[in-house]
């Protein structure tokens, strides 16, 4: 791993960490995010490998992330806030599942520079995998489907959140 994947890796678990502490669910959070995932799909993100089951390798780890990303948005704790803005705040699970994928990642390419590259080369040609591109699009593609769907989950339940509190001042102040 080279510095600037270490960095990226810490500014995603630093996403999660400074959702610990209730912020805003509005555009602005949208940025720093998106900038990440940009970043990271354009720096690798090449190609689609598509030989063997290279596809099913990416489709996976993309599904992963999916997963990953919207269970942690799930569990965040949200409530509208005085100004009629969605606030979000995530508990320890969500961050934990957050912390996990990334770990993940880190591991297994660790792991791979460290001693188990031939035992993952030995997987991958037993399973069909045409090698490291294949396993580098499918880690990325984790990568960025899970912050993306984080995003995206979070996005639409402040969106719900404050429509459903829309409503029920609209109806509350025709009551009265």
């Given at each position: 791993m080279t510095t600037t994947d270490y960095l990226i890796n810490a500014a995603l678990v630093l996403l999660v960490v400074?959702?610990?502490?209730?912020?805003?669910?509005?555009?602005?959070?949208?940025?720093?995010?998106?900038?990440?995932?940009?970043?990271?799909?354009?720096?690798?993100?090449?190609s689609i490998p598509t030989a063997g089951n290279d596809l099913v390798l990416i489709v996976a780890l993309a599904t992963l992330g999916l997963t990953l990303g919207s269970t942690s948005a799930f569990l965040h704790t949200m409530r509208v806030g005085s100004d009629g803005v969605a606030?979000?705040?995530?508990?320890?699970?969500?961050?934990?599942?957050?912390?996990?994928?990334?770990g993940a990642r880190i591991v297994f390419v660790l792991a791979a520079e460290h001693g188990a590259g031939d035992a993952i080369a030995h997987f991958s040609a037993a399973n069909s995998i045409t090698g490291k591109d294949a396993w580098v699009t499918a880690l990325v593609l984790m990568s960025v489907c899970e912050v993306a769907a984080r995003l995206a989950t979070l996005q639409l339940r402040a969106y719900r959140l404050t429509s459903a509190n829309t409503t029920a001042r609209m109806l509350a102040g025709a009551g009265a």
């Amino acid at each position: 791993m080279t510095t600037t994947d270490y960095l990226i890796n810490a500014a995603l678990v630093l996403l999660v960490v400074r959702q610990m502490h209730e912020r805003r669910v509005d555009v602005r959070s949208l940025i720093l995010p998106a900038v990440l995932v940009y970043t990271i799909a354009g720096s690798y993100l090449h190609s689609i490998p598509t030989a063997g089951n290279d596809l099913v390798l990416i489709v996976a780890l993309a599904t992963l992330g999916l997963t990953l990303g919207s269970t942690s948005a799930f569990l965040h704790t949200m409530r509208v806030g005085s100004d009629g803005v969605a606030l979000a705040r995530a508990g320890w699970v969500a961050a934990g599942l957050w912390v996990a994928g990334i770990g993940a990642r880190i591991v297994f390419v660790l792991a791979a520079e460290h001693g188990a590259g031939d035992a993952i080369a030995h997987f991958s040609a037993a399973n069909s995998i045409t090698g490291k591109d294949a396993w580098v699009t499918a880690l990325v593609l984790m990568s960025v489907c899970e912050v993306a769907a984080r995003l995206a989950t979070l996005q639409l339940r402040a969106y719900r959140l404050t429509s459903a509190n829309t409503t029920a001042r609209m109806l509350a102040g025709a009551g009265a």
